[in-house]
């Protein structure tokens, strides 16, 4: 449905621009005139045309060579002698041979990029995702437990703290009573 609807606007919007090119022009059979029938016929022409004569079909056989001429590679081809492209391939001799050490050792380790293992890469992706979520929850869980304990050693150390300051300060207080009293502390 969706398709003949973009096919309906786009019949309209070249009908919209074949009356703006052509306005009330009509073909010989008197319907209005179509852009793709008068491409067609200009084409047809053209191929008669080149068919006709004999300079236009050597033209189209010497196209290819053309083509080729004008690739800016070619010049290289030209210009480059055989001894200099020897020499450039024997200056890259080391890297060419590193390359094809590790094409070997694709080519011996194929066998296990077409294991099952690495084919059933995308049903482990999913597996892995869902662990990787429990993962951050746990994380998020582990962080929120880590901030509690922190602040369970904080009022510790500072119920230690006040302990510790209340117990010298009763320390004190005895010791100023025990010298009242003349009564020495045991040591």
Do not use: C
Request: no cysteine.
């Amino acid at each position: 449905m969706d398709k003949k609807i973009e096919t309906d606007s786009l019949e309209m919007r070249l009908q919209a621009l074949e009356e703006r090119i052509y306005g009330e022009k009509r073909n010989k059979s008197g319907k209005p005139v179509k852009s793709a029938e008068s491409l067609a016929g200009i084409q047809a022409g053209l191929t008669n045309t080149a068919n006709k004569r004999e300079r236009v079909k050597i033209l189209h056989k010497k196209i290819e060579d053309l083509m080729k001429y004008l690739d800016p590679q070619f010049t290289d081809y030209i210009t480059v002698p055989d001894a200099m492209k020897l020499e450039f391939i024997l200056a890259e001799e080391d890297f060419l041979l590193s390359q094809a050490a590790l094409l070997e050792q694709v080519n011996t380790l194929q066998p296990l990029l077409d294991s099952t293992y690495i084919r059933d890469v995308p049903e482990h992706a999913t597996k892995l995702q869902r662990l990787s979520q429990i993962h951050i929850k746990e994380q998020d869980q582990t962080e929120a437990q880590s901030q509690e304990v922190k602040k369970l050693f904080e009022e510790y150390n500072k119920m230690m703290f006040l302990l510790s300051k209340q117990f010298t300060h009763w320390d004190e207080t005895l010791r100023k009573m025990e010298e009242a009293k003349g009564i020495r502390p045991v040591e």
